[in-house]
């Protein structure tokens, strides 16, 4: 895909940052089959260009996202939503250039998860995180059944997977999850400050730091397929298609 062509995601790459901005902002950002297609194709653009040695990951407007919009799951086609998943998450995981995510508003479902596979994250005070799998009748997805234990210890981990509720950027940082909390609005801007530090070091030595300290992380592409079976054979009960269609317009 053409990024002149996207009408769901920016990519704008300048000064050897890479952009990436999710533009639904009437919608919460919510990400629909074209969203996550154009997100793809926006970190491989940026993930390959010489120019860029960061890529920032931000919701365009008060909100980061509010996760996968919901009528693809039961009123689109449901098994191209899962290929897509399937796709961003293990292109995300496997990106060589440093990901950073500055987070505003709401951070649900894969607002979430997809934190767990960027380096640095910056959410503002005003963050409200949820994974509300259980709450729909599915399962974690993004390999987070491994990664949110590791990253959060497991019982936090069990808390939010199991009750779905919401957390704040306080619990967050506390928990690991994020870098560090910022005054509402200015999640970027903190994010900015860190990004001029990186932007002095040498690409190769950034490339080699996360590359090694990757090995050491569980292989995500299996974990994330084998979620996504299960959350595919969740989602043709009739039971988890009442839940999601009881929350749709």
């Known amino acids: 895909m053409n990024p002149e062509n996207f009408t769901d995601v920016q990519l704008h790459i300048e000064n050897k940052v890479a952009r990436v901005v999710i533009k639904r902002p009437d919608k919460l950002n919510a990400i629909r089959i074209r969203t996550y297609r154009e997100l793809i194709a926006a970190f491989i653009t940026a993930d390959a260009n010489k120019d860029c040695h960061v890529i920032t990951l931000e919701g365009e407007g008060e909100h980061f996202t509010a996760g996968n919009d919901l009528a ?3 009123r689109g086609n449901p098994n191209e ?3 897509c998943v399937q796709t961003i998450f293990t292109t995300v995981a ?3 250039k440093v990901v950073i995510a500055a987070v505003e508003g709401v951070a649900v479902g894969i607002g979430t998860t997809i934190l767990l596979h960027c380096d640095m994250v ?6 409200r995180f949820r994974l509300p799998f259980a709450n729909l009748g599915v399962c974690p997805e993004g390999a987070s059944s491994v990664l949110l234990p590791h990253a959060i210890g497991q019982k936090a981990a069990r808390e939010v997977l199991f009750t779905g509720r919401f957390f ?3 619990e967050a940082l506390q928990w690991g999850l994020i870098n560090s909390v910022s005054q509402s609005g200015k999640a970027y801007e903190d994010a900015r400050q860190h990004i001029e530090i990186l932007l002095k070091q040498p690409l190769a030595s950034l ?3 996360k590359k090694l300290m990757r090995e050491s992380l569980a292989d995500v592409e299996p974990i994330v397929a084998a979620e996504l079976q299960m959350f595919s054979q969740l989602l043709q009960t009739s039971a988890t298609r009442k839940r999601i269609e009881a929350i749709l317009p």
């Open 72 to 74: 693809d799951l039961v």
């Open 81 to 83: 939503v899962m290929e």
């Open 94 to 96: 496997n990106l060589k």
């Open 122 to 127: 910056f959410a503002s005070e005003a963050t």
């Open 168 to 170: 704040s950027a306080t």
């Open 207 to 209: 490339l080699a730091t």
